[in-house]
């Protein structure tokens, strides 16, 4: 009859078993042929009191031997010079001698005593020690009604250390030195919801795409809407990308426009990255309206697009559902230097700052971040915690940060990129917090 639960032979020392369980660890039992074998040792190095001779050197034995005796015979005729050269000829052919009367053999020498003195084997360098990356979020916000829409962009982080994010109609504005949360504009309904956001470089600006096709600019200090860019666009405005005073939009009627938002051009910055729902990559120079490159190698539509911050012509770019690779481009040539696929939607793409990492964000199935080594791609850490694809990613000014934004309604902050070594003696970033609000309202 079953009892439920099982009897060792071991005097009952196990009861009950239960899945899943760890098992209590067994005490260690000497192996029954151990005595057995415990004394074959001494048939290898023979008795105790009687050398080996394979070990032994014979010459050096007979003659230290006989050599008292001879020592004894000459001793009236040896004179104090001659003594001193016995023991100098002593010295020099028996030194280092052990071979005299061995008991076993001399086990061999260590590899490392018999190579020479060279700094590898002199001084171990030691190995630098891996970076710790966090596996969950550090700090989770609210974010409700945020649209689960791949083609738009609601989330940014500004030079002045403050967080855009647009839920719906309504921009907010989360302060990371202080985790203060205050709200910009509440869009109206015939001009809403907002489709994107971008800060300007000097993280006063902030440029607001609408589902009406206009942009906004909004000076966040004062709050108070500085221009309304109108007609540039036919449709939704899901893209903002500025070059120092030019604002760069991308609407869903396909079209790329260029505002110089001041009143004379400034020509720096050399190309434009440009992905679209018809699986193509342009490359364009903005001394020219036609692209320098169109790129045809994605299966899917292209959204993800990071520019190298170590390597200015180096673009990395990540398709959707039915592509699901990161490809690395050369964008001088136009060449694809190397593609990895992901096994899943490519969202959203940072590079790490302070080394030569790639962060990811992903769709189905497992909706997480993934971290990768460049240019051998190996996988670093894979942060998992958002319940729906990761579709807006955006890094912190010092670069060591970065916040996600998910189609589960949540934001959630991530130290991943660490903290670079001259800067690691510094206080923590205030939007470090304890346990008692690590999960609050952006609103």
């Known amino acids: 009859m079953d009892s439920g639960f099982s009897i060792s032979s071991e005097k009952n020392r196990f009861e009950c078993r239960h899945p899943l369980r760890d098992v209590p660890p067994r005490p260690y039992i000497p192996p029954l042929h151990s005595s057995i074998y415990r004394t074959s040792n001494?048939?290898?190095?023979?008795?105790?009191?009687?050398?080996?001779?394979?070990?032994?050197?014979?010459?050096?034995?007979?003659?230290?031997?006989?050599?008292?005796?001879?020592?004894?015979?000459?001793?009236?005729?040896?004179?104090?010079?001659?003594?001193?050269?016995?023991?100098?000829?002593?010295?020099?052919m028996l030194q280092g001698r052990t071979r005299i009367l061995s008991f076993r053999n001399k086990p061999p020498e260590k590899v490392n005593n018999m190579l020479p003195d060279t700094?590898?084997?002199?001084?171990?360098?030691?190995?630098?020690?891996?970076?710790?990356?966090?596996?969950?979020?550090?700090?989770?916000?609210?974010?409700?009604?945020?649209?689960?829409?791949?083609?738009?962009?609601?989330?940014?982080?500004?030079?002045?250390?403050?967080?855009?994010?647009?839920?719906?109609?309504?921009?907010?504005?989360?302060?990371?030195?202080n985790g203060s949360?205050?709200?910009?504009?509440?869009?109206?309904?015939?001009?809403?919801?907002?489709?994107?956001?971008?800060?300007?470089?000097?993280?006063?600006?902030?440029a607001i795409g609408l589902t009406s096709s206009d942009v906004?600019?909004?000076?966040?200090?004062?709050?108070k809407l500085v221009r309304t860019l109108r007609g540039i666009h036919q449709s939704r405005v899901g893209s903002l990308a500025w070059n120092n005073s030019i604002l760069t939009t991308g609407g869903l009627d396909g079209a790329i426009v260029n505002n110089d938002v001041r009143a004379r051009w400034s020509g720096s910055g050399k190309y434009l990255a440009s992905g679209g729902n018809d699986n193509l990559l342009h490359i364009w120079d903005l001394s020219t309206t036609n692209p320098i490159h169109r790129l045809t190698q994605h299966t899917a539509a292209?959204?993800?697009?990071?520019?190298?911050?170590?390597?200015?012509?180096?673009?990395?770019?990540?398709?959707?559902?039915?592509?699901?690779?990161?490809?690395?481009?050369?964008?001088?040539?136009?060449?694809?230097?190397?593609?990895?696929?992901?096994?899943?939607?490519?969202?959203?793409?940072?590079w790490n700052k302070n080394e030569r990492e790639l962060l990811s964000s992903h769709g189905y199935a497992e909706n997480q971040l993934t971290l990768w080594k460049y240019p051998s791609m190996t996988k670093m850490a894979e942060l998992t915690g958002h319940s729906s694809r990761v579709l807006f990613m955006a890094q912190s000014p010092d670069g060591c940060t970065v916040a996600s934004a998910a189609g589960d309604e949540t934001l959630r902050f991530w130290n991943v990129f660490g903290v670079p070594e001259a800067k690691k003696p510094a206080p923590k970033s205030s939007y470090v917090v304890g346990p008692s609000n690590i999960y609050s309202h952006i609103r």
Request: glycine residues 6%.
């Open 119 to 177: 700094p590898s084997t002199t001084q171990v360098q030691p190995a630098k020690q891996r970076r710790h990356i966090p596996q969950s979020a550090e700090r989770t916000l609210d974010a409700p009604d945020i649209v689960d829409d791949y083609y738009l962009n609601l989330l940014d982080w500004g030079s002045a250390n403050v967080l855009s994010i647009a839920l719906q109609n309504t921009v907010y504005l989360w302060d990371a030195s």
């Open 181 to 206: 949360t205050s709200e910009l504009v509440t869009i109206d309904d015939d001009l809403g919801p907002v489709t994107s956001v971008s800060w300007a470089p000097d993280g006063r600006h902030i």
């Open 302 to 350: 292209v959204k993800a697009l990071a520019w190298c911050p170590f390597q200015s012509n180096l673009l990395a770019s990540g398709g959707g559902g039915n592509d699901q690779c990161i490809k690395f481009w050369n964008v001088n040539t136009g060449t694809c230097q190397s593609s990895v696929n992901t096994g899943s939607q490519v969202c959203a793409l940072l």
């Open 42 to 92: 001494r048939n290898t190095y023979g008795d105790r009191f009687i050398p080996n001779r394979s070990a032994m050197d014979m010459d050096i034995a007979q003659y230290l031997l006989t050599e008292p005796r001879r020592d004894k015979e000459n001793k009236g005729v040896a004179s104090p010079s001659k003594e001193a050269y016995r023991k100098l000829l002593a010295d020099t």
């Open 216 to 223: 906004q600019l909004w000076d966040t200090t004062s709050n």
